[in-house]
């Protein structure tokens, strides 16, 4: 559909446009389309800009993903919103990505992979589906170099079940959520409660600047989050 540029909510048009041209192109879930109407409404509340919080939790994840044997997680909301900003954060970090869908086929598996490959990715993990982790669902099918192993995990758009199992295994889970009250956000070591399209772009630039592990404690940062969004539903009164 062609947007037109003058329109006052032109980026948020694009971005459901391209959820369903991840639909229409086989990587993304039709369930996308709800986590995104999910997502949005936060995005409002949050005033539809990166915080303080998230800046500081953004440095913070580069900080351990650059430290650490990382890998980073992607579903098909990832590979319809920000594949080539992905990539671009997988080859600063020099960390892999891995493809992990809560409704996996081996359809959409292939699509995905095909996705970061035309976004510039050298190798896409996920799809040999040589180890688990302790899910039932099908995100326990994960990959022996990838999430299996590496100790570092970046999970973007989640549910938490995995988020938990992760946990469970001693990793250090780093989530990109913008809903601070889902289970994925608290249970999660670093929550970015930020837009996938700010969060993913911000985090190259910091990487650029090396930045040194400080340590984080999440539940200040995400009652500073919850606190931005009453503000602002107070002011629109
Ligand atoms: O591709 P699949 O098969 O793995 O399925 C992926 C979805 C996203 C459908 C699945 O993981 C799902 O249903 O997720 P949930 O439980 O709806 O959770 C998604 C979370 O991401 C919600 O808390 C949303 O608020 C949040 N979210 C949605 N869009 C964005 C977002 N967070 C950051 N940036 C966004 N653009």
């Given at each position: 559909m062609n947007i037109p540029k003058s329109h006052p909510r032109y980026k948020s048009l694009l971005y459901r446009e391209k959820i369903v041209e991840g639909i229409n192109r086989g990587y993304t879930s039709q369930v996308g389309l709800v986590a995104h109407g999910r997502g949005e409404a936060f995005d409002y509340l949050l005033g539809e800009k990166t915080s303080s919080y998230a800046h500081a939790a953004c440095e913070a994840a580069v900080a351990k993903l650059m430290s650490t044997r990382s890998v980073l997680s992607?579903?098909?909301?990832?590979?319809?919103?920000?594949?080539?900003?992905?990539?671009?954060?997988?080859?600063?970090?020099?960390?892999?990505?891995?493809?992990n869908l809560f409704y996996r086929t081996p359809e959409r598996m292939k699509a995905?992979?095909?996705?970061?490959?035309?976004?510039g990715a050298e190798e896409v993990l996920g799809l040999a589906e040589d180890a688990e982790i302790?899910?039932?669902?099908?995100?326990?099918?994960?990959?022996?170099?990838?999430?299996?192993?590496?100790?570092?995990?970046?999970?973007?758009?989640?549910?938490?079940d995995r988020t938990e199992a992760l946990k469970?295994?001693?990793?250090?889970?780093?989530?990109?959520?913008?809903?601070p009250?889902?289970?994925?956000?608290?249970?999660?070591?670093?929550?970015?409660v930020d837009?996938?399209?700010?969060?993913v772009p911000l985090m190259v630039e910091l990487a650029k600047k090396k930045p040194r592990w400080r340590g984080f404690d999440n539940a200040a940062n995400l009652a500073g989050s919850m606190a931005i969004m009453q503000q602002n539903l107070s002011n629109s009164q």
């Open positions: 992607a579903n098909g909301n990832v590979a319809a919103l920000c594949a080539e900003e992905y990539v671009t954060l997988s080859k600063v970090l020099n960390a892999p990505i891995e493809v995905m992979e095909k996705r970061f490959l035309e976004a302790q899910i039932e669902s099908e995100r326990r099918k994960v990959d022996s170099r990838g999430i299996y192993s590496r100790e570092t995990v970046l999970v973007p758009l989640e549910d938490g469970r295994m001693g990793k250090f889970v780093i989530a990109i959520d913008l809903n009250l889902s289970r994925t956000a608290k249970k999660a070591d670093i929550t970015i837009n996938i399209v700010r969060a």
